[in-house]
């Protein structure tokens, strides 16, 4: 009988450390049960390893804090290798300008979340730079103007990435 309630101390001791521990453990590192904050759509491409150009060139027109913003868009983001595709002189033409630069990557960015399901359903979409893309969907897939859509519903906080093989060009006047 006394080693039956030795036993069930020692169990009962043991089971409290355990939460003491827990406990502590929680208060010292602040940390919370809570699911991750999902990124907005500037974090999530700057944390991607394949958009960084357009990171970059999204810093140099100014336009971070826009999709780091509270609203919602989509974003149809040239990847690095879409980029490589661009001859330099004209990179550096729109490194220069920073109007154009603006007018260019707004055409890659739309009002709204459009995930894959909605852009499928539409033959165009307005951009923040007053222009519409083409979308179409064919038999490899779903193109935007020229350009093919890679990776679609990449979610973030303030809206969804849609990765693109080419940079898109807006008609010129």
Do not use: C, W
Request: proline fraction near 3%.
């Amino acid at each position: 009988m006394k080693s039956m309630s030795i036993r069930r101390l020692l169990v009962v001791l043991a089971s409290l450390a355990l939460v003491v521990g827990l406990v502590a453990g929680t208060a010292s590192s602040g940390a919370k049960s809570e699911k991750p904050k999902r990124q907005t759509i500037a974090q999530t491409a700057a944390g991607s390893n394949q958009f960084d150009t357009l990171v970059s060139l999204l810093g140099q027109a100014g336009l971070v804090e826009t999709l780091n913003g509270k609203g919602r868009f989509t974003v149809f983001a040239p990847t690095d290798a879409a980029f490589a595709k661009v001859p330099k002189s004209t990179l550096a033409a729109l490194g220069a300008d920073t109007e154009q630069l603006k007018s260019v990557l707004l055409y890659h960015v739309a009002s709204g979340k459009l995930t894959a399901r909605k852009v499928v359903k539409r033959s165009s979409v307005r951009t923040l730079n007053g222009e519409r893309v083409k979308i179409r969907v064919t038999r490899k897939g779903v193109k935007v103007n020229n350009a093919r859509v890679v990776t679609a519903d990449v979610k973030a906080s303030n809206g969804v990435i849609h990765a693109i093989d080419k940079v898109l060009l807006p008609p010129q006047d």
